[in-house]
């Protein structure tokens, strides 16, 4: 499951896989649509890429049904993905670090507390 979080500068989005596997992190859309611009931003829809630090590309299953853009595929833009995809890595990475004191936490209070 998937869900696109709006914000100034770019669409973000949030791969919310179930536990225990770490989630993939929050990634982009990668080949949005290059002629229909949503608050200056191209808009992307069912069907579009998305890059996320852990986990290889995945597509956007769903959207809004009410929603229409254009009358068939949206062509893909260029975009340079390095330094976003270095930024994840590190997001993912610094994730990965919190999620396993937070367990050894845990079990250390949970040891105390036996």
């Keep these: 499951m998937a869900v696109i979080i709006a914000v100034g500068t ?18 982009v859309v990668i080949d949005a649509s290059s002629t229909v611009l949503i ?24 959207g809004c049904s009410s929603v229409l853009i254009g009358t068939g595929s949206a062509s893909p833009i260029s975009v340079d993905i390095s330094s976003i995809a270095t930024s994840m890595t590190n997001q993912a990475a610094q ?8 367990v050894q936490e845990k079990a250390k209070q949970a ?4």
């Design 10 to 27: 770019v669409d973000l989005h949030a791969c919310m896989t179930p536990s225990p596997i770490p989630p993939h992190g929050v990634g």
């Design 39 to 62: 608050n200056g931003l191209p808009a992307c829809f069912q069907g579009n890429t998305i890059l996320e630090p852990l986990g290889s590309p995945n597509k956007i299953t769903g």
């Design 95 to 102: 994730a990965s670090q919190k999620a396993a004191q937070d």
């Design 111 to 114: 040891s105390e507390g036996s």
